[in-house]
C-alpha cells in the first residue's frame, strides 16, 4: 500500500505546482483538454529527447559518456508531464494504478499468446 500512497503523493504534489503555474486540470472544456493534453505531449517528447541525450547513442562518436544522473532527472520530468497529462484526462493515481493493472494482465496474455496480430479490443476494458 505504501507505493500506492506515494503515487497519490506525486498526483497531488503535480496538482499543487499546477495550480501554481495556472493550470487547473479539474474544469477543463474539452477544447482546453485537447491544447494541454497536446503541450504535455510535447513537453514529454522533449524530455524523451533529453533523455535519449543523456546516453552515449552516437556509435560514431567516442567522446560520449553515460549521464546516469541526468537521465534519471529526465525520467522524473516525464513523470510530472505524464501526471499532468493524467490530471487533464480527469484520472486519479487510483485510476492510473487500476488501469496500470489491467494493461499489465493484458500485456502478459499477449506474451503468453505470442501476440502475433495486432488487436486493441483486449485493452477496451481498460
Not at 508531464?81 to 480527469?90: E, R, T
Request: with cysteine; proline share 1%.
Amino acid at each position: 500500500m505504501g507505493q500506492l500512497d506515494q503515487l497519490r503523493e506525486m498526483f497531488k504534489m503535480q496538482k499543487a505546482l499546477n495550480a501554481r503555474i495556472g493550470v487547473n486540470t479539474d474544469s477543463m472544456s474539452d477544447e482546453e483538454k485537447v491544447k494541454w493534453v497536446l503541450n504535455y505531449c510535447r513537453a514529454m517528447s522533449q524530455e524523451i529527447a533529453e533523455l535519449t541525450d543523456s546516453v552515449p547513442w552516437k556509435w560514431w562518436a567516442k567522446y560520449q559518456k553515460f549521464e546516469e544522473q541526468n537521465a534519471r532527472v529526465e525520467v522524473v520530468d516525464l513523470f510530472h508531464f505524464l501526471i499532468s497529462a493524467a490530471q487533464v484526462l480527469g484520472m486519479s493515481a487510483d485510476d492510473v494504478y487500476n488501469a496500470y493493472l489491467k494493461k499489465n494482465a493484458v500485456n502478459f496474455q499477449r506474451q503468453d499468446s505470442g501476440y502475433t496480430v495486432k488487436d486493441e479490443n483486449d485493452s477496451k476494458h481498460i
